[in-house]
């Protein structure tokens, strides 16, 4: 069963405009979620967490935002640059089993020069 | 080296042969993951080592899969009497001390593909 879902495999952006990517979960009693970012041939590597006492989180130009009653987060990537092709999956954990992370299936992000 | 290291970066191998994956964490990290990453789906979660503590091997598909890690550092994961659905990308992850807060740290994982 996939508790954490990310439903548009991939997404083209303009350089220079708004990314957003969304995520789903179905379980609610995640409390903290991630965002990788990986490149082809290599290991995922993180970007950014969120825990569930936050509804919105920023570093740089990456903001996750989280909605609990919607079991919603949404990772926005502003100005978007070529360097940020990549795809991003996020991932969530419970505070029952802090240790085991369950991943979303990963949008493939292209942004256009 | 400065981050995970994984070996080999590609395996193929026969459908029923066993197969052994190893893993270097970053030094000093007590937590240690495995996961695979299937075909156009996401990284699914296979076992947990935290320091001295008994794993967590939830995530073992069936008793063909088992892991061990040594000493508290490398670990390895051996696959018996592979099958067409092994193939994959495995992953290993290792973090600090292990935890939601503690960001993973991936090598760039092993290519494994059963004939």
């Known amino acids: 069963d996939q508790q954490v879902k990310q439903n548009s495999p991939s997404l083209s952006v303009q350089e220079g405009r708004i990314s957003i990517l969304n995520c789903d979960y179905t379980?609610?009693?995640?409390?903290?979620f991630l965002w990788y970012k990986k490149y082809p041939a290599e290991g995922p590597t993180f970007l950014i967490s969120?825990?569930?006492?936050?509804d919105k989180n920023e570093d740089g130009r990456f903001t996750v935002f989280l909605n609990k009653s919607a079991k919603h987060l949404s990772l926005h990537i502003v100005p978007s640059q070529p360097g940020d092709s990549a795809v991003y999956f996020c991932?969530?954990?419970?505070?029952?089993?802090?240790?085991?992370?369950?991943f979303g299936s990963g949008t493939k992000l292209n942004v256009k020069p | 080296g400065a981050g995970v290291s994984q070996s080999p970066s590609n395996k193929v191998t026969e459908k029923g042969k066993d197969v052994e994956l190893r893993c270097d964490p970053i030094?000093?990290?007590?937590?240690l993951y495995w996961y695979r990453q299937s075909l156009g789906q996401g990284l699914e979660f296979l076992i947990y080592?935290?320091?001295?503590?008994?794993?967590?091997k939830s995530g073992l598909p069936s008793d063909r899969f088992s892991a061990e890690r040594t000493g508290g550092s490398v670990s390895t994961l051996t696959i018996q009497r592979t099958q067409q659905e092994d193939s994959a990308v495995y992953l290993c992850?290792?973090?600090?001390?292990?935890?939601?807060?503690?960001?993973?740290?991936f090598g760039d994982g092993t290519r494994l593909s059963i004939l």
């Open positions: 992850a290792s973090s600090a001390q292990g935890g939601s807060n503690q960001p993973q740290h």
């Open positions: 379980n609610s009693m995640f409390d903290y």
């Open positions: 969120i825990s569930s006492i936050k």
């Open positions: 991932a969530a954990s419970a505070p029952y089993n802090f240790n085991k992370f369950y």
């Open positions: 030094s000093g990290h007590t937590a």
């Open positions: 080592f935290q320091g001295n503590s008994a794993p967590d």
